[in-house]
């Protein structure tokens, strides 16, 4: 009986280790996924059509081993919003993220599972490093590396300022937006009141010196620490088979401003080469977006002159010609996508160098694009090609057909599905009825079969653009549609524009008003109607807007000040001299008054 006994237990132990060592090979089975995230990256890069000196032979490498979606647009032009939507898979529409409000503050985004929650619930290990939502909230990895760091900055000694090189008026904008230029030796370089510029680095919260002897003396920035960071963890698992599966975000900030990256990157784009992109002279007179843009009354008042059309026409200001400043600025684009390929070319290495190559999906993609100066605008957060259109490239070993392209209009809101499909894991990724399911759709299909692949998604890419609010209304928000032939924007106030892309793909004409496309014109009105709440429908809860301080602000504006106060704060984080984390009144109106005055209402730069 005594042997009957342990015979038993014995059997029972094995049938428990065979259990377990099949869970643990099921779960080592799993793919491996790198998702790697630039910052304002738009389509100059090989094999997109972007500017034809682009030099990124790393990213090449990669679409040349998977699929590149020459159609691939963000959901929302502008950083927060965008990387909520892409992390949550929720469109702007379903959980009211429009703006900069932290993401976990809606409820319906802090009731659904971001990517890696989700990856880390299905048995994977989650780890990060540098920017990949706008708002980090580190509990949703299980391992984070460096936080986001938008230097290198020029410091004065007191502020963070713009690049020496920088000619004025445009340096005044600030040392963000207004900033490019070679990371050099500034010995003995400095300000017109003689203050000595030295180099900085780190969050808004916390900065540190920057160390730049020489070219090849100098610290790692922000980007290169994160590539180098990438790369250890990606060496210590390598080679070891059977091991968890891992899910790895990277994020890196160029081509963000300020594009202050190595000079030898701009030795790679001499200024004389530089060619410009094709701009048509008053392209912008037929379009509508300046009539919905600015800031409202506030505090001392709106900014009536939007971030793209000041970017723009400042640089031009400040230059002998608009063909010499968008070289400048060309030059130092391009030099800091180019930095970007570098380190994205390590962590290539590393995977194909080892036996990762064969189980590790990557994709790459950025938050949004970003205008060149094309109809007198230089920035994201518009519906126009330039903002809303990114390079999107997957490789899923075994599963994408190498070299492939797919000319399908799809969205940053299908990754997530897509991953879930490849990795075959759980579809429900809310954590209670308060959440939203995903709303993008796998790209499987069309990884497998590229021209001719059965995807399920719609056939137009959907974006909205984000504007100053203190609560957003989805049915009275300005949307785009992003067809195979046509790209269809309406905006709040409800003027439209229509562009038929496949004869016009610099989206020069304006076809709304031509009555030989109204019936393409209400075909896409309906399209849009049916894709997006209709105006009565209950709004999705939104965070309330809470003043970290008192102020002397009268009680009655008190609330939308303050709102618009931490709205102006998340796009000009330099206003904060102190450096504190909280942008005081007076900090606000010191910075306002020296770097952004208000444009006055009959301004000839009044919006129309």
Avoid at 496 to 525: G, I, M, S, V
Avoid at 545 to 556: D, W
């Amino acid at each position: 009986m005594k042997s009957f006994v342990l015979r038993s237990h014995y059997l029972l132990a094995l049938v428990f280790a065979w259990l377990l060592s099949s869970s643990f090979l099921a779960a080592s089975e799993k793919p491996n996924v790198i998702l790697i995230l630039c910052d304002d990256l738009n389509d100059y890069v090989e094999g997109f059509g972007g500017h034809p000196q682009a030099e990124t032979p790393n990213l090449k490498r990669l679409a040349q081993g998977g699929v590149r979606f020459t159609q691939a647009h963000c959901n929302i032009p502008i950083c927060g919003p965008s990387r909520a939507s892409l992390f949550t898979g929720v469109y702007p529409h379903h959980s009211g993220c429009f703006g900069f409000t932290k993401w976990d503050g809606y409820e319906v985004l802090k009731n659904s599972r971001t990517m890696m929650d989700h990856f880390r619930a299905e048995g994977y290990d989650t780890l990060g490093t540098g920017k990949l939502m706008h708002h980090m909230v580190k509990r949703e990895w299980q391992k984070y590396g460096n936080p986001a760091d938008y230097g290198p900055f020029a410091f004065d000694g007191e502020n963070k300022i713009a690049h020496p090189d920088v000619p004025l008026p445009y340096s005044e904008i600030g040392a963000v937006d207004g900033s490019f230029g070679p990371l050099v030796n500034l010995a003995g370089r400095t300000t017109p009141e003689g203050k000595l510029i030295r180099w900085q680095t780190g969050g808004w919260a916390q900065q540190r010196p920057l160390r730049v002897d020489s070219q090849n003396d100098r610290d790692l920035t922000a980007d290169e620490l994160n590539g180098q960071w990438a790369v250890d963890q990606l060496k210590a698992r390598a080679n070891k088979p059977g091991q968890q599966p891992f899910f790895m975000g990277v994020g890196f900030i160029r081509p963000h401003t300020p594009l202050i990256v190595p000079k030898r990157f701009f030795d790679q784009f001499p200024l004389d080469s530089i060619e410009l992109p094709v701009i048509r002279p008053g392209d912008v007179a037929d379009t509508h977006a300046r009539s919905v843009r600015g800031i409202p009354s506030g505090a001392d008042g709106p900014r009536s002159e939007d971030m793209g059309t000041r970017l723009f026409n400042t640089l031009v200001e400040s230059y002998p010609s608009q063909d010499s400043a968008l070289r400048h600025f060309i030059q130092a684009y391009l030099a800091s996508v180019a930095s970007v390929d570098e380190q994205i070319g390590r962590i290539l290495d590393v995977v194909e160098n080892s036996p990762l190559h064969d189980n590790t999906i990557i994709v790459l993609s950025s938050d949004h694009g970003w205008g060149m100066g094309e109809k007198d605008y230089l920035y994201k957060n518009s519906l126009w090609q330039e903002s809303t259109r990114v390079p999107l490239i997957i490789r899923a070993p075994g599963v994408s057909k190498s070299d492939g392209v797919s000319m399908q209009p799809v969205s940053l809101i299908d990754i997530y599905p897509t991953l879930v499909d490849l990795c075959d894991l759980s579809q429900q990724t809310t954590k209670n009825e308060k959440g939203h399911s995903l709303d993008g759709h796998s790209l499987k299909p069309l990884l497998q079969s590229p021209e001719r692949g059965q995807w399920s998604g719609p056939d137009a890419a959907l974006t909205a653009l984000y504007k100053w609010r203190t609560k957003y209304d989805p049915a009275k928000e300005s949307y785009s549609l992003r067809a195979k032939e046509w790209r269809y924007i309406r905006y709040e106030n409800g003027r439209e524009e229509l562009y038929h892309t496949t004869e016009d793909p610099h989206e020069w004409t304006n076809l709304a008003d031509d009555p030989k496309h109204q019936e393409t014109l209400q075909n896409f009105r309906e399209q849009l109607n049916s894709r997006i709440p209709e105006s009565g429908s209950p709004i999705p809860p939104q965070p309330p807007f809470k003043p970290k301080k008192a102020t002397a602000v009268k009680p009655a504006v008190k609330s939308d000040a303050e709102a618009w106060k931490r709205q102006y704060f998340s796009k000009h984080p330099a206003a904060d001299t102190d450096q504190d984390g909280t942008l005081t009144w007076p900090e606000y109106q010191a910075y306002r008054a020296k770097f952004d005055p208000p444009t006055k209402p009959n301004s000839s730069k009044t919006d129309k």
